[in-house]
């Protein structure tokens, strides 16, 4: 009787072999100051050639997919972080929160290229927590500068956002993972920031990285921590995800996620 033959177990897909097999939309998470990590990611994306077809998430995944979306270069986003100082978007006003948000509005505005998310370069959603209702809402038309904004409204730091005549807050609030736009999405690459905002608690299950079929997560550890009184460090942050996502896009997708250390 012939011996069976063995197939040799099939080696990990590289994330960048996931990449490249179809279109795919980039969901960036919340995380405070992490913006500069997410642009520093995103430019390591589009430099190897990969440029998402939709792109969304909360708060600082928001900020920087929505800028992106709206007709912001990439030389650009990066040269207005190197140069970002607290009196750019430090505007304290009487409300529930220290910052009116006048500046900072005013800010995103200029970064833009269109002002509507339906002129937006591709399909962009961002979470927004609903105050009243008290539940996440995913924008997905309408002003585009209102929306980041209200997507950034850090409780307590921000003031919440009218948008529709409602009060919209952060959406990392109820939507860490900015993936509630997503989730009927085929192909989502997840970019997620595995440091802990101050409210949150250590072990919080918002803290998790998002699993679900045709999701993969690149999570990049050992980042710097920032926040308003602490930007110094920002580029070196956009430096050292930059880096680790490039390397990440050689490494195999294991489990559907990705965790390199910058």
Same mark, same amino acid.
């Given at each position: 009787?012939?011996?069976?033959?063995?197939?040799?177990?099939?080696?990990?897909?590289?994330?960048?072999?996931?990449?490249?097999?179809?279109?795919?939309?980039?969901?960036?998470?919340?995380?405070?100051?992490?913006?500069?990590?997410?642009?520093?990611?995103?430019?390591?994306?589009?430099?190897?050639?990969?440029?998402?077809?939709?792109?969304?998430?909360?708060?600082?995944?928001?900020?920087?997919?929505?800028?992106?979306?709206?007709?912001?270069?990439?030389?650009?986003?990066?040269?207005?972080? =190197?140069?970002?100082?607290?009196?750019?978007?430090?505007?304290?006003?009487?409300?529930?929160?220290?910052?009116?948000?006048?500046?900072?509005?005013?800010?995103?505005?200029?970064?833009? *290229?269109?002002?509507?998310?339906?002129? *937006?370069?591709?399909?962009?959603?961002?979470?927004?927590?609903?105050?009243? =209702?008290?539940?996440?809402?995913?924008?997905?038309?309408?002003?585009?500068?209102? *929306?980041?904004?209200?997507?950034?409204?850090?409780?307590?730091?921000?003031?919440?956002?009218?948008?529709?005549?409602?009060?919209?807050?952060?959406?990392?609030?109820?939507?860490?993972?900015?993936?509630?736009?997503?989730?009927? &999405?085929?192909?989502?690459?997840?970019?997620?920031? =595995?440091?802990?905002?101050?409210?949150?608690?250590?072990?919080? &299950?918002?803290?998790?990285?998002?699993?679900?079929?045709?999701?993969?997560?690149?999570?990049?550890?050992?980042?710097?921590?920032?926040?308003?009184?602490?930007?110094?460090?920002?580029?070196?942050?956009?430096?050292?995800?930059?880096? &680790?996502?490039?390397?990440?896009?050689?490494?195999?997708?294991?489990?559907?996620?990705?965790?390199?250390?910058?």
């Amino acid at each position: 009787m012939a011996p069976t033959m063995k197939t040799a177990p099939r080696a990990p897909m590289l994330l960048r072999e996931w990449l490249a097999e179809g279109p795919f939309a980039l969901v960036m998470s919340s995380g405070f100051f992490g913006f500069f990590a997410h642009a520093g990611a995103l430019s390591a994306l589009v430099d190897a050639g990969f440029e998402p077809a939709a792109s969304g998430g909360s708060s600082a995944g928001a900020l920087v997919t929505g800028l992106w979306s709206g007709g912001a270069r990439l030389d650009t986003l990066r040269d207005t972080l =190197a140069g970002l100082h607290r009196g750019q978007f430090w505007d304290p006003a009487p409300g529930l929160g220290v910052l009116e948000g006048r500046r900072f509005r005013a800010m995103l505005s200029g970064l833009l *290229a269109v002002s509507q998310i339906e002129s *937006a370069d591709r399909p962009w959603r961002a979470s927004v927590f609903d105050l009243a =209702a008290r539940k996440t809402r995913v924008l997905d038309r309408g002003d585009l500068a209102t *929306a980041i904004h209200a997507s950034c409204a850090v409780p307590l730091l921000f003031q919440p956002v009218r948008v529709g005549g409602r009060l919209m807050a952060d959406g990392g609030i109820a939507d860490r993972p900015g993936t509630e736009g997503f989730l009927t &999405a085929p192909r989502v690459l997840h970019h997620h920031l =595995a440091s802990r905002s101050p409210w949150r608690r250590v072990g919080s &299950a918002s803290m998790l990285v998002p699993r679900r079929e045709g999701l993969v997560a690149v999570s990049i550890a050992g980042l710097p921590r920032l926040g308003p009184f602490a930007l110094a460090r920002g580029m070196e942050a956009f430096s050292r995800a930059e880096r &680790a996502f490039r390397e990440s896009l050689g490494r195999p997708v294991a489990d559907g996620k990705v965790e390199v250390t910058a």
